[in-house]
């Protein structure tokens, strides 16, 4: 044995037991779990396994695999190595060690680490949906051989506009089917909502989005068309001319499509009234302060859509943000309202004022 070298079981290494009074210290070659070796040869060979191509030591997925790919879509929802440790309960050099694994196993980079954040890279882009339908299969197994009935809270943030309109009924019929389950809702802007859900405050949220710049990890529901809506019937508006404007404050879908739409149709847009509340806004158009941008399907009984003349609005999107580890409770609700908010069923339309205005693509969120 060289002078210095420590040596200790390799079954300490590799997780194997020893029987007692076998293999006597040798400074033989790595052959056997049952003998002992340097530290330093230990070191040198993870060196060497640690240096081998991602080819080699691909395989199939094992149960920490699981972990590792809820991990990745948290990673892929918050961009950030921060958040998603806060997120999976892990530290950071955790969720980074789970990710190289990952990696390994699939044999090639998942993420793109820029100063800002962590974006995915093609190969990422690839895995998302796989990963996400492995995470809800396993959660859906788990769920189907639970015995009893679902328990548990859910905490939900959404718009209020969807507050107002699709969840109530969303809610009570959930309610009914899973009368254990706790709901409890807060009400918000898109922003605010995100930010509340990255710091753990929410396990669902819903949330209003440019259908071309949706956040990563959002799960796309359903495309909104948007209309112009008045008091009554108003003229199309002439280039240069002023456009009072009835919207929320910013960041706000709603607001950056009729801002940008008006602008590009040569008109000076104003806003004359600003309300984070949907209730506010249409007392104010009501009372003829000015326009507002709605969603087509939901226009409230009495208001006009505005038709011909009036400037293209693009489409927002409705999209559902999920926590990486969800309980029961959560996926149950999850499935549940995934499938009505993605079809969900028209209210009685307002009287329009005239044909619709065409819609199709700009930014923001509400």
Known sequence: MVMGETRVPISRVVGTRRPLGTAPLLDAPLRSQDRRIPVERIARVADRACAMPPSSIRGPLTGADLARLRTFLALAETGSFTRTAARVLRTQSAVSAQIRRLEALLGAPLFARTTRRVLLTPAG????????????????????????????????????????????????????????????????????????????????????????????????????????????????????????????????????????????????PDVVYASPSEAGQVAAVRAGLGATVLPRRRVPAGLAVLGPGWPPLPESAICLLATARPTAAVEAFARFAEARLAAPSDPAPASPASPACPEPAAPASA
Do not use: M, N
């Open 125 to 268: 882009e690839r895995l998302l949906p796989h990963a996400r339908a492995v995470v809800e299969a396993a959660g859906a197994l788990v769920a189907a051989f639970r015995d009893g009935e679902v328990v548990g809270d859910v905490r939900l943030g959404c718009p209020e506009d969807v507050a107002g309109t699709d969840l109530p009924a969303i809610l009570a019929e959930f309610a009914r089917a899973h009368p254990r389950v706790r709901l409890h809702v807060g009400c918000d802007l898109t922003l605010h909502l995100v930010e509340r859900f990255e710091a753990g405050a929410f396990d669902l949220v819903v949330i209003k989005q440019d259908p071309q710049a949706v956040l990563p990890g959002a799960r796309l529901l359903r495309h909104e068309p948007l209309a112009w809506v008045a008091a009554r019937a108003l003229p199309a508006p002439l280039p240069g001319a002023r456009l009072p404007l009835v919207l929320a404050p910013a960041p706000c879908v709603y607001r950056a499509r009729a801002i940008a739409a008006a602008a590009a149709a040569g008109l000076a």
